[in-house]
T-cell receptor, first 109, second 118 residues
Framework: GQNIDQPTEMTATEGAIVQINCTYQ??????LFWYQQHAGEAPTFLSY??LDGLEEKGRFSSFLSRSKGYSYLLLKELQMKDSASYLC??????????WGAGTKLIIKP | GAVVSQHPSWVICKSGTSVKIECRSL??????MFWYRQFPKQSLMLMAT?????????EQGVEKDKFLINHASLTLSTLTVTSAHPEDSSFYIC??????????????FGPGTRLTVL
């Protein structure tokens, strides 16, 4: 079956670094997406990885290991506005997104 | 960037009535649009995929006669919840994708519609 696993909730301190992990098992693989979703709002796109390695985009970086079925989202210099849910999604062989349940990130001052 | 709008942003209706939600791609043509439903503290659940000019493809367990989807143009898709019941209360989100296999274009999401059925 298809499955995406990510932690339910994480807590971090303002100014610190946090890594949100995601493991995936999908029928075929056409890339791994990370989205940010604030409470009551729709998701917004953060990153897309299809090749192994690290993609850096400002304070956010995303890593992919296809052989391990593993990705992580790294957030640096955390700000209070980063408090949100972070959704991991794998695109399968039919180009459909298979979504994880999301990781709620709580930032404390 | 790609902008997707949804209307209305929230709606309250009585049980048994029908509600129509519009999803528009404002600055691009969307060959494919997706409709999702999200219950509190849960992930997005894909309801259906619609391609312009053809019938929508519904996910298993989603009643196509209850959730009517029309994708009449490259910029507009509508979801009609017919004979809504309290259990249909949810956050409905649409997304749009430019190409058939333009995976790097990603899906761009609308702001969502919160439906409450009394």
């Amino acid at each position: 079956g298809q499955n995406i696993d990510q932690p339910t909730e994480m807590t971090a301190t303002e100014g610190a670094i946090v890594q949100i992990n995601c493991t995936y098992q999908t029928s075929g693989f056409n890339g791994l997406f990370w989205y940010q979703q604030h409470a009551g709002e729709a998701p917004t796109f953060l990153s897309y990885n299809v090749l192994d390695g690290l993609e850096e985009k400002g304070r956010f970086s995303s890593f992919l290991s296809r052989s391990k079925g593993y990705s992580y989202l790294l957030l640096k210099e955390l700000q209070m506005k980063d408090s949100a849910s972070y959704l991991c999604a794998s695109m399968d062989s039919n180009y459909q997104l298979i979504w994880g349940a999301g990781t709620k990130l709580i930032i404390k001052p | 960037g790609a902008v997707v709008s949804q209307h209305p942003s929230w709606v309250i209706c009585k049980s048994g009535t029908s509600v129509k939600i519009e999803c528009r791609s404002l600055d691009f043509q969307a060959t494919t649009m997706f409709w999702y439903r999200q219950f509190p503290k849960q992930s997005l659940m894909l309801m259906a995929t619609s391609n312009e000019g053809s019938k929508a493809t519904y996910e298993q367990g989603v009643e196509k006669d209850k959730f009517l989807i029309n994708h009449a143009s490259l910029t507009l898709s509508t979801l009609t919840v017919t004979s809504a019941h309290p259990e249909d209360s949810s956050f409905y989100i649409c997304s749009a994708r430019v190409g058939w296999r333009e995976v790097t274009d990603t899906q761009y999401f609308g702001p969502g519609t919160r439906l409450t059925v009394l």
